[in-house]
């Protein structure tokens, strides 16, 4: 069975950093895509960043030049690093993996979530 777990959220001052990172096991094949997604108070959970297999990187433009994605394809682990957090990046932070098979059948699969706080 699949599954993701992260690690790195907690409690930071506005400009901080933190390092998110999210490993995968019961899995032999490496991910299509993997990123991250949050989701604040009251809000519907929106993509942060995402990375391919190849290395291809997309951003949402809330965190263009503050947040770096990166993955290691060996080890199934994906990380996110955050700077300059300011307040309105509170939120649980999930991990996402995407497969797609030999004959395109789609699979996703979703972290337990982990809470950053960024205090103003």
């Known amino acids: 069975q699949v599954q993701l777990v992260e690690s790195g959220g907690g409690l930071v001052q506005a400009g901080g950093s933190l390092r998110l990172s999210c490993a995968a096991s019961?899995?032999?094949?490496?991910?299509?895509?993997m990123g991250w997604y949050r989701q604040a108070p009251g809000k519907q959970r929106e993509l942060v960043a995402v990375?391919?297999?190849?290395?291809?990187?997309n951003y949402a433009d809330s965190v263009k030049g503050r947040f770096t994605i990166s993955r290691d394809n060996a080890k199934n682990t994906v990380h996110l690093q955050m700077n300059s957090l300011k307040p309105e990046d509170t939120a649980v932070y999930y991990c996402n993996a995407k497969r797609t098979t030999m004959i395109l059948e789609e699979y996703e699969y979703w972290g337990q979530g982990t809470q950053v706080t960024v205090s103003s």
């Open positions: 019961g899995i032999i094949f490496s991910f299509d895509a």
């Open positions: 990375i391919t297999r190849g290395g291809s990187t």
